[in-house]
């Protein structure tokens, strides 16, 4: 029995497959779906879990490479919600970019995880190192 760590089976197995250069998105509770990708959604309410909240349990097994934003986080959100992305995202480099971009990423993506995150355009994908 898992005892520390990520202990969602889908997850897991969803994360075991993400291989080098693969990407993983982290979604909002709004973000759209697609038939591609494998979803495993998490969301339970508003804001559980959180886009960081998730984020930090999949960087301790997960080597981030790189990671892409919607450029509209940075216009809609406050300093201090910005201040904790980037500390989420330290040391990882991120590209900003139009919403609509950023989405035609998605459909590539090995898997999809879905929040209750309600932060504006929280979106992240990630690719692995």
């Known amino acids: 029995m898992l005892r520390t760590g990520i202990l ?8 075991a497959r993400v291989r080098h250069t693969n990407t993983l998105v ?13 979803t495993v959604d998490l969301s339970l309410v508003d804001d559980v879990p959180t ?25 809609v959100n406050t300093a201090p919600v910005k201040k904790r992305f980037e500390a989420a995202l330290r040391g990882v480099p991120v590209t900003f970019e139009p919403h609509g971009q950023f989405k035609r990423r998605v459909p590539g993506a090995t898997g999809l995880i879905r929040t209750g995150d309600t932060v504006p355009y929280a979106n992240l994908i990630l690719e692995s190192a």
């Open 26 to 38: 982290i979604a909002d509770r709004g973000f759209p779906s697609w038939p591609g990708p494998e």
């Open 51 to 75: 886009v960081l909240q998730v984020l930090a349990a999949v960087r301790g097994n997960f080597v981030v490479g790189k990671a892409w934003m919607a450029e509209e986080f940075a216009q």
């Open 8 to 15: 969602n089976p889908r997850l897991l197995d969803l994360l």
